[in-house]
């Protein structure tokens, strides 16, 4: 067993992430996409390596020792998940294939239970697709009607226009933690509390908010919680649903298949317990307890270290891309993930992008998947610098200078 | 010149440059020289999306020959598509129907043209091959 050992300076952390010491064209690797995907620490990698040199043998079906032994450490997985967000209870933890699966899971089941023509789902305008598509859909379907809850020129959301749409008609509020785009982190607690004064349930879009600062589902009350394992320093094609009990045991399976049985006949089949009726088929287990391990990693770590360091880089950041003036930034929100959306004057974001990694610095491009926020502002997207605990001043130091030669280049 | 004559002295041209930079350089001050698109063909009808930079062409047909002119709102996109004109324009439609673009892997520049890139320059090529198609079925009427 590898053990992710206390951690002392950032030294000893990025040594844990073996992909940083990579050098692309010749130059050493700074990586600013952690928005997008994050990566791995070796005790992540060597986990799911162990799954598959020790005990791959199908979950909850086999009779034989390496069945036992994985379906073990899948429901070790999922207890490490309940606890990582402080969930009352493991059967409210459901594995899915990522933060989109958790949504389309949601929106699919709570649709066919609770939504009929005329209903009114609300949405915010920081929305990614993943929160955007899959109600829309369901909408569609149900003859439904989405809201959305339009945002200020900072990024944030309007709470008075949140409390406006807020009606009798409103069966569901799905909402991002924080913006994808922006970095935005909305008032989640306050948005969960005024729609439990109407008995309205809230889901929230935890994508870019789980691997930032502490999380706590029974504190923040929100009815479902969903992020993806993939951006938690975790292995990909998994992903979490949390909901509460009282909502998961009404909600109808959306996928049917083995494992989440418990007696199939072909005239009538009933279902099995929860969460075990939300996982249809074989499951990802050997990234379900990577996942689990990416947890326990992050808990060495401490979320509140993480805050720390990470609001230390995002000052920084915001520091030194200020003095470039050709730079603007998009999203000014007081409280912010270390993420800095960017447009350099009369450049397009796609020349910034390509350049930046020609010098090794990995950033995003583009509408981010959330093309009604580029709407908003009037572009057709950003340059997306996202930090996170690895990253350092040296590295923010690259993009400034990196985003100078850009600047350079171009004009 | 040939178009693979062409290509030739484009991989030459880059040959110089080790250091990427410096290439880039090279294919920006290619963007900027292209010679501008009439601005009445900057339309939605000349319009080739991608998700992140977009690229407008126009095709003229005269002697058997395909003239274009063209553009896009990134200079990077733009200076590979003004080595594409280079290539491709003032060609008989059979000449660009049968060409293939080595020159631009050749050269390093291939993740531009990657499917998942989607900044319209493999739509461009496709376009220009369509337009060779169908000058060709028309000419032989």
């Given at each position: 067993m590898i053990n992710c050992i206390d951690l002392k300076n950032i030294n000893d952390i990025r040594a844990d992430f073996p992909i940083l010491a990579t050098k692309v064209y010749n130059k050493p690797l700074v990586y600013l996409d952690n928005a997008a995907t994050s990566q791995k620490p070796q005790c992540v990698i060597d986990k799911v390596s162990e799954v598959f040199s020790r005990y791959n043998g199908n979950i909850h079906r086999g009779v034989h020792a390496i069945s036992d032994k994985a379906s073990e450490e899948y429901e070790n997985a999922r207890e490490k998940v309940r606890s990582f967000i402080n969930a009352e209870k493991s059967r409210e933890i459901v594995f899915t294939s990522g933060t989109t699966g958790s949504i389309n899971a949601v929106a699919f089941s709570f649709g066919e239970r609770y939504i009929r023509s005329g209903d009114e789902v609300i949405i915010s305008h920081l929305e990614h697709h993943a929160n955007i598509v899959p109600w829309q859909m369901m909408c569609d379907r149900k003859g439904a009607i989405l809201r959305v809850i339009p945002i200020n020129n900072n990024g944030g959301i309007i709470f008075d226009?949140?409390?406006?749409?807020?009606?009798?008609?409103?069966?569901?509020?799905?909402?991002?933690?924080?913006?994808?785009?922006?970095?935005?982190?909305?008032?989640?607690?306050?948005?969960?509390?005024?729609?439990?004064?109407?008995?309205?349930?809230?889901?929230?879009?935890?994508?870019?908010?789980?691997?930032?600062?502490?999380?706590?589902?029974?504190?923040?009350?929100?009815?479902?919680?969903?992020?993806?394992?993939?951006?938690?320093?975790?292995?990909?094609?998994?992903?979490?649903?949390?909901?509460?009990?009282?909502?998961?045991?009404?909600?109808?399976?959306?996928?049917?298949?083995?494992?989440?049985?418990?007696n199939v006949?072909?005239?009538?089949?009933?279902?099995?317990?929860?969460?075990?009726?939300?996982?249809?088929?074989?499951?990802?287990?050997?990234?379900a307890i990577?996942?689990?391990?990416?947890?326990?990693?992050?808990?060495?770590?401490?979320?509140?270290?993480?805050?720390?360091?990470?609001?230390?880089?995002?000052?920084?950041?915001?520091?030194?891309?200020?003095?470039?003036?050709?730079?603007?930034?998009?999203?000014?929100?007081?409280?912010?993930?270390?993420?800095?959306?960017?447009?350099?004057?009369?450049?397009?974001?796609?020349?910034?992008?390509?350049?930046l990694d020609k010098m090794g610095i990995a950033v995003r491009t583009g509408t981010h998947c959330a093309q009604p926020v580029m709407d908003r502002f009037g572009i057709e997207g950003t340059v997306r610098a996202s930090m996170c605990f690895y990253n350092t001043r040296e590295e923010i130091d690259s993009l400034g200078t990196g985003i100078e030669k850009a600047v350079k280049m171009l004009s | 010149m040939t178009i693979n004559e062409v290509q030739d002295a484009i991989v030459e041209e880059f040959s110089v440059f080790d250091d990427w930079m410096d290439k880039?350089?090279?294919?920006?001050?290619?963007?900027?020289?292209?010679?501008?698109?009439?601005?009445?063909?900057?339309?939605?009808?000349?319009?080739?999306?991608?998700?992140?930079?977009?690229?407008?062409?126009?095709?003229?047909?005269?002697?058997?020959?395909?003239?274009?002119?063209?553009?896009?709102?990134?200079?990077?996109?733009?200076?590979?598509?003004?080595?594409?004109?280079r290539i491709l324009s003032g060609r008989t439609p059979e000449e660009i129907i049968s060409a293939e673009l080595y020159s631009i892997e050749k050269i390093g520049?291939?993740?531009?043209?990657?499917?998942?890139?989607?900044?319209?320059?493999?739509?461009?090529?496709?376009?220009?091959?369509l337009y060779a198609m169908a000058y060709k079925a028309t000419g032989s009427r």
């Open positions: 226009e949140y409390l406006k749409l807020l009606s009798s008609r409103t069966r569901i509020v799905a909402v991002t933690h924080v913006s994808n785009a922006l970095g935005t982190i909305l008032p989640v607690k306050k948005i969960i509390e005024t729609a439990h004064s109407m008995d309205i349930p809230v889901l929230i879009d935890g994508a870019q908010g789980i691997q930032h600062g502490d999380v706590d589902v029974a504190d923040m009350d929100c009815d479902f919680y969903v992020f993806s394992g993939h951006k938690v320093y975790g292995p990909t094609g998994i992903g979490i649903l949390y909901g509460k009990e009282k909502w998961l045991a009404e909600l109808p399976p959306y996928q049917g298949g083995g494992d989440m049985v418990e006949t072909f005239e009538k089949t009933t279902y099995g317990e929860l969460p075990f009726k939300f996982e249809a088929g074989t499951m990802n287990f050997s990234a990577g996942l689990g391990t990416a947890l326990d990693y992050i808990r060495s770590i401490g979320t509140e270290n993480i805050e720390r360091m990470e609001k230390d880089l995002l000052d920084y950041a915001n520091k030194r891309l200020s003095q470039i003036k050709e730079l603007k930034i998009y999203g000014h929100s007081e409280k912010k993930i270390p993420l800095i959306s960017f447009l350099l004057k009369g450049i397009h974001m796609y020349d910034t992008g390509m350049l | 880039y350089n090279l294919v920006i001050d290619m963007g900027k020289e292209l010679p501008a698109i009439d601005p009445k063909f900057k339309t939605r009808d000349y319009l080739i999306e991608g998700c992140q930079s977009k690229v407008w062409l126009h095709p003229e047909f005269r002697d058997n020959k395909i003239s274009f002119t063209a553009d896009s709102d990134a200079i990077i996109t733009r200076g590979i598509v003004s080595l594409l004109i520049l291939r993740q531009h043209l990657s499917p998942t890139r989607s900044n319209g320059l493999l739509s461009m090529i496709r376009q220009i091959k």
